[in-house]
C-alpha cells in the first residue's frame, strides 16, 4: 500500500507541469558516480551551454552539440551551488528531464529552475559515456542578455566579417559561433577567444566543430549568424543573434 501511495502522490505532482519535461520514476536516488561505476567514460566531452529564456528566467535553454548517433541523453544536478562542480556524487538524476525542443546538430532543451546549482549532461556514443562539463545555472541571480546587434562586413563577397561588442570580459571564457542556412541547417561551429569571426577564414579559430568544409553562401540567400558568449562556468552571458542577406 505505501508503494501506492508513492506512486499516486508522483503522479499528481507530474500533472500539474503543463508539457515541461518527461517523468521519470525512482525506485531510489540515481547518482551520477554510480552511473559511471564500471563503464567507460570521458568528462569534460560535451560542448553545452545554458542561458534563461529571453522572455521567462524561471526557463533556462541548454545548448548542447550532439554526436550523430548518440544515444540515452540525461541530465543530472546537484541539490546545492556550493559543492565541488567535479565530484560526481554531488549529482543526481533530474527527476524531470530537460524537455527537448530543438532536434538538430546544436540541439536545444528547455526546463524550469526555481534555484541556484549545477548540471551535468551526459550520453552514450560508441561504447562509451560522454559527460558536459558542469554548467552553473545562474537564471536567479545573472540573467543572461540578448543583442540583436552585431556588425557585418561583406566586402568579400561569401566571406562576411562578424563583429559584436562584448558587455564584460569579467566573467568572459570564450565565444561559440553558429553559423545557419536559411533552412537551419548548420553551416559551420567554431569558438573562437576574439569577439570577431569571418565565414571561411580559421586564423583566430580555436576550435573548429564543423564537420565538413563550410558551404557557399549563395547571394541573395537569408542566413543567421548566432553567438554565445559563455563564462567560465559554462553558463550564457550574453546570446548575440543576427539575420542577414548574403552579399
Known sequence: MKRIVIIALLALTNSCVKNESVPIVFEELIVLANDLEGNLYQTDAIH??????????????????VEDGATDIKFYESDYPNIDAQDFY???????????????KVKEFRH?????????????HEGKIKLSSPIRINN?????????DIGINQEQSGMPIFDWNVQSYDD???????????????????FTNESKFQYFNLA???????????????IGNDYEFMVLDVGLDHWINTVYHYNFIAE
Not at 568572459?172 to 567554431?190: H, Q
Open 172 to 190: 568572459n571564457a570564450f565565444f561559440f559561433e553558429i553559423m545557419k542556412g536559411d533552412t537551419s541547417e548548420v553551416l559551420s561551429l567554431t
Open 204 to 218: 583566430n579559430v580555436t576550435l573548429n566543430l564543423s564537420t565538413a568544409s563550410p558551404p557557399d553562401l549563395v
Open 48 to 65: 553545452a551551454f545554458a542561458a534563461n529564456d529571453m522572455s521567462n528566467n524561471d526557463h533556462v535553454n541548454i545548448f548542447a552539440v
Open 112 to 124: 524550469t529552475f526555481l534555484r541556484d546549482e549545477w548540471i551535468i549532461m551526459t550520453y552514450k
Open 140 to 148: 536567479l541571480f545573472q540573467q543572461t542578455q540578448y543583442i540583436a
Open 90 to 104: 554531488s549529482y543526481r538524476l533530474m527527476e524531470i528531464q530537460p524537455t527537448l525542443t530543438v532536434d538538430a
